[in-house]
């Protein structure tokens, strides 16, 4: 048997997506390419102010355009769908999917149109016509919450949706605030840092806008749906209570799902209007959002803003940390709106031991887009309002920022480590990544390099953060849906696998990734293994992917499947090879008696025979697939710490990003390729918040970046090349030792290049600079103008 | 993002394009697209037809004859950017067309449609302004040439009749001695020109000549600037001097400008002066590398700026 080729184990190593030919060649199937005979499409009328009473909807000259079938206002659509559920357990009020008296925000749904094709409904969409009675625009959500200028719900007078909520030290269940040691820490102090912290409303902006096709079936009185959704089976759960279905008599789709960045978990009223329009008219129907809608339509992400007071010694030793989150979440709660500021609570702390901690929040109705998770989901406006106070003190000690952060760290022997803020740290060694990213990064090489172009005129500055967050979601109690994951392994009869995942990839790379894990597991090769996902009726159950949590919690999931299946496998072969299942061992495509390579077998004769096991081993039944849930009892917490060079052009304020450095801890790597493919992306998001992205209302409410006229994405040209490296603190919490990386950029990043920015301007006198870093902004610090 | 209805043709030939146009009364020209194609699917254009002159031979392509560059209406800034004639003989013009949008929109766009759509946040229209190109337009009796001067006349607004049709840009090729630059202030998301600057500058004796400067995205159409122009032509090119001529550039604007969310009027009024230092410092250190050594003048086959 020396001619088998010998398989290297693929765990650990960079290897392509298996996902790439087919997407970067065009061949890939999104929902837009899903048609059906009879299609029909659909459009909204929207809102275009943003706040008033509907007097009425004249439906009758869009009714009169060639080709609709349709016209539907909000009050005839509530007659059949029910106002929209959320996900968190706060109070919320009623949300229609189209709005039935009032407008709350400038793209709310006011009517929809079903039509022969998409212009003919666009037509008729702006045929028709809407009196509105004005109300004014809550726009500032600090105003807001005294109930002024006006109230979005009746039910919450003062605008206010929820809290204010406190955690922290001195913070138990239905015990009394205890402000002792908060109190003590701030009076201990030698002095206190105090900012206010904007961090800024934010567009995801998935290359792919939202999109669904409905597709009820009167004649067995099923529906299919397929939507660019990051989890098919919560939106199974949704639409099929939503329309009166049993979840057996609807199956979801996401196919080719072009980015979600946390906006695609939630499920839009779009979604819900098709479903329940295509069983109530019997036919097929299609709607894809456009990019204008795009940006209205679509939850936006972030818009928090931190009071932020830290107390410290001279010596740097941070004594507490106070923080009051205000967030502005828009005019409605969406399926999770209400839990992501709740994150930024857990999170405040960052990588730190402070003793004393308070954490409050408020979250307040605005006149604009409904806010949810977008990449980092609350995560990184904690890690930026930390790491900003972090800086800021740094800066006032006159202290090196790498020294603050190691003098304050959580150490290492402390893990699993129990926050004030209700979180359990699972693994960490906060310095070792700090002293890798100084190392990478050459600091004091650096710190040189600032000095000497300071002294030739140049405006530069370095930044350096760190950060924690929490991924891997999570035991149940923990997520909304359930914190479990499901995947089912077959070993087929030509001893091929196949095997399914709950998790719903959407440029993650799980194809590859699982795929590299089961090709160890069984010692076949990578081409003989197919993963499949996104489809309810293939993939028995699933929870999906947000959070990072695809390879810590699918990945396990999928891991335990094949283990089963593999013992079994094993004992269809001991019985071939009259051996004891322990003593085999699976490699380069067969499976072998351990240190007898002539006893192998191929795997898939192996594979066959268990399917037709004409001499069977007592009590074995035929075939080689099984299934397993994974839920983790805690969530994984991956940390890190950039380091940022920055120059700000003397002349108009544009910042230029001279270096960038990332030092992550996710744990083991499945694939460091994809890993660092992950971090790329994510740095490119996080540094777009910094510099270049924001969405802005004027006092009306109205919307002045509808567009990528004035809304601006990063390109990779605007970028130097990151460079990025790794250290592994594995954790405890699943098998893998995997935690999850595809938010850690975006998490990361924003503090370390507002820190540069600082830094650079400082020579001016500048000690905080609110996101994005407009160039009139810098150019305005640098006239001398207060920030 | 789905446009309004309206009707196709297809022109062969420009004369074809004037019969369609007077036979289709607000018809749109669609050339490259990428400024027509935008506003149609926003809705905020709806002709009632499209004119697809794209295929067009005779409106491509770039020449160089009698003293000028003829740079053809369909002509994309990608070929323009490339063009080693354009390169030669009117740098300043490759340069712009090499930082317009992006790559797509440089494929696709021509010089041609840019002009004729007159965006004051474009870059062409300043740098055509300062070469003192003119623009060959075919008309309903026949062809005339409308020098850049008179043809940008406000925003979106040109000096072009309801059936003009701009066939051609000619630029007067750079004289000996020469220095062109321009200087582009982009914004994040559209790749416009927050401002863009332009300048050609002439080296006599050591002192500056005929210089020409010119500025984009402060006003609704490019404007010369004359102040800056008359405060260096005659001065010796020091820093200085560049210094003093660029703060001039305030007398040549004037109590409007343009301001948006990205940049304020009143920080566009201050970096006017600091993108015209960048492009008139840019200019003259070409400008007096060719007059130093005239002989050292770069072959057509290599642009002056490699």
């Known amino acids: ?787 | 993002m789905y446009a309004p209805d309206f009707a196709y043709y297809r022109a062969d030939s420009v004369a074809e394009i004037g019969r369609l146009l007077r036979k289709h009364p607000g018809a749109k020209l669609l050339a490259g697209g990428h400024s027509l194609i935008p506003l149609l699917k926003l809705r905020l254009a709806a002709p009632p037809a499209l004119i697809d002159i794209g295929r067009i031979g005779e409106l491509k392509g770039i020449s160089v004859a009698d003293g000028r560059l003829r740079i053809g209406a369909l002509t994309t800034h990608a070929q323009i950017a490339a063009s080693s004639e354009v390169a030669a003989h009117a740098p300043a013009l490759a340069a712009a067309a090499g930082v317009i949008g992006d790559p797509a929109v440089r494929n696709r766009g021509t010089i041609g449609g840019n002009v004729a759509h007159a965006d004051p946040a474009s870059d062409l229209p300043t740098v055509l302004l300062a070469l003192g190109a003119s623009f060959a337009v075919a008309t309903d009796d026949g062809e005339r040439a409308i020098p850049a001067g008179g043809f940008f006349q406000d925003m979106m607004t040109t000096a072009l009749g309801e059936h003009d049709i701009v066939t051609a840009v000619d630029v007067p090729t750079a004289p000996e001695g020469q220095g062109q630059a321009y200087e582009k202030f982009s914004h994040p998301a559209s790749r416009y020109a927050v401002i863009g600057a332009a300048a050609a500058v002439g080296l006599t004796g050591g002192k500056v000549g005929r210089v020409v400067v010119t500025l984009g995205g402060l006003v609704p159409a490019a404007i010369r600037a004359g102040s800056v122009e008359q405060a260096l032509s005659g001065q010796a090119p020091s820093a200085d001097a560049i210094a003093d001529a660029a703060a001039a550039v305030s007398n040549d604007l004037g109590p409007d400008l343009i301001g948006d969310i990205y940049a304020s009027a009143e920080y566009r009024r201050a970096m006017a002066p600091v993108c015209v230092k960048r492009a008139l410092t840019a200019a003259l250190k070409r400008a007096s590398s060719v007059a130093e050594a005239p002989a050292a003048r770069s072959p057509w086959w290599k642009p002056s700026w490699l």
Not at chain 1, 132 to 137: H, I, Q, R, T
Not at chain 1, 194 to 215: D, T
Not at chain 1, 348 to 370: D, H, I, Q
Not at chain 1, 587 to 605: D, H, K, L, M, Y
């Open chain 1, 1 to 787: 048997m020396n001619t088998v080729p010998v398989l290297p184990k693929l765990i650990g190593r960079r290897i392509k997506r298996r996902e790439d030919p087919r997407l970067v060649r065009g061949r890939a199937t999104y929902v837009d390419d899903v048609k059906i005979h009879g299609l029909r499409h659909l459009a909204f009328k929207r809102s275009d102010v943003a706040h008033g009473r509907i007097r009425s909807v004249d439906t009758r000259a869009a009714a009169a355009v060639d080709g609709v079938e349709a016209v539907l206002t909000g009050a005839e659509i509530a007659g059949f769908l029910g106002p929209m559920p959320i996900g968190t357990p706060f109070p919320s009020p009623d949300h229609h999917a189209v709005a039935v008296d009032t407008v709350r925000f400038v793209g709310e749904p006011v009517a929809v149109v079903v039509a022969r094709d998409r212009y003919a409904a666009r037509d008729a969409a702006d045929a028709v016509v809407v009196d509105y009675e004005p109300l004014p625009a809550v726009v500032d959500p600090e105003q807001a919450m005294t109930g002024q200028p006006a109230v979005l719900h009746a039910d919450y007078p003062t605008n206010v949706a929820l809290g204010p909520l406190s955690r922290g030290t001195g913070i138990r269940r239905r015990q009394p605030v205890d402000d002792t040691a908060v109190d003590e820490a701030f009076a201990a102090a030698d002095m206190v840092i105090s900012q206010r912290i904007v961090n800024q409303r934010l567009a995801p902006n998935s290359i792919e806008p939202r999109g669904v096709v409905a597709h009820y079936e009167g004649g067995k009185d099923e529906l299919t749906i397929w939507s660019s959704t990051q989890n098919p089976h919560i939106l199974r759960t949704f639409v099929a209570r939503m329309i009166g279905l049993g979840q057996d008599r609807v199956r979801a789709i996401a196919p080719e799902v072009g980015g979600g960045f946390g906006a695609k978990i939630n499920i839009y009223g779009e979604e819900y209007v098709a479903a329940a329009l295509s069983k109530r008219l019997d036919m097929p129907l299609k709607w894809i959002e456009d990019r204008s809608e795009a940006f209205l339509a679509t939850v936006h992400g972030r818009d928090l803003i931190g009071y932020v007071d830290l107390a410290a010694r001279r010596d740097g030793s941070v004594l507490g940390l106070k923080l009051r989150i205000v967030a502005d979440i828009g005019a409605y709660n969406m399926l999770l709106t209400a839990g992501i500021p709740t994150n930024s609570m857990t999170m405040a702390g960052g990588s730190y031991a402070f003793p004393a901690v308070r954490v409050t929040l408020t979250e307040v109705f605005t006149n604009k887009t409904p806010t949810d998770a977008y990449r980092g989901a609350g995560r990184p406006e904690a890690t930026y309002f930390v790491e900003r106070a972090m800086d800021m003190l740094a800066r006032e000690i006159d202290m090196d920022p790498a020294e603050l952060r190691r003098k304050n760290f959580i150490r290492p022997d402390r893990f699993p480590y129990r926050t004030p803020l209700g979180a359990v740290y699972d693994s960490g060694d906060y310095e070792k990544t700090l002293d890798r990213a100084l190392e990478t990064a050459g600091w004091a090489q650096l710190r040189t390099e600032r000095a000497a172009a300071r002294a030739a005129g140049r405006v530069v500055g370095l930044g350096l953060s760190m950060y924690v967050e929490s991924c891997g979601l999570g035991p149940s109690a923990m997520v909304s849906p359930g914190g479990w994951e499901h995947s089912q392994v077959t070993v087929e009869r030509d001893g091929r696998i196949s095997a399914t995942t709950g998790a719903s990839p959407h440029g993650q790379g799980n194809e590859t990734t699982f795929a590299q894990m089961l090709a160890d597991q069984f010692g076949v090769p990578i081409d003989h293994v197919t993963i499949r996902h996104g489809d309810t009726a293939v993939v028995k159950q699933g929870i999906g992917t947000f959070g990072s949590r695809s390879q810590a919690v699918g990945g396990t999931a999928l891991h335990n499947a094949g283990i089963k299946v593999k013992a079994k496998m094993a004992r269809f072969a001991a019985f071939l090879l009259e051996a004891h299942e322990e003593d085999l061992v699976f490699e380069n495509g067969t499976i072998a008696v351990q240190g007898a390579p002539s006893s192998a077998r191929p795997f898939a004769e192996v594979a066959a025979y268990a399917y037709k096991p004409v001499k069977r081993p007592e009590d074995l039944d035929p075939g080689l697939s099984d299934e397993a849930f994974f839920e983790p009892l805690n969530n994984t917490y991956p940390f890190g710490c950039q380091i940022a060079m920055i120059e700000v052009d003397r002349g108009t304020g544009e910042a230029r990003l001279l270096k960038m450095v990332a030092v992550n801890d996710a744990g083991h790597l499945i694939n460091p390729l994809i890993v660092e493919g992950q971090i790329h992306g994510g740095l490119a998001q996080g540094i777009g918040q910094a510099l270049i992205e924001e969405v802005v209302y004027d006092r009306d409410g109205q919307p002045l970046t509808g567009s990528f006229m004035d809304y601006a994405l990063p390109r990779a040209a605007d970028f130097p090349r990151f460079e990025l490296d790794h250290t592994v603190t594995p954790t405890p919490v699943n098998p893998l030792g995997a935690k999850g990386v595809g938010e850690a950029g975006t998490i990361g990043s924003p503090p370390c290049i507002v820190a540069a920015a600082v830094d650079a301007l400082s020579p001016f006198g500048v000690r905080h600079i609110d996101m994005m870093l407009r160039p009139e902004k810098l150019w305005r610090l640098m006239q001398g103008e207060p920030s």
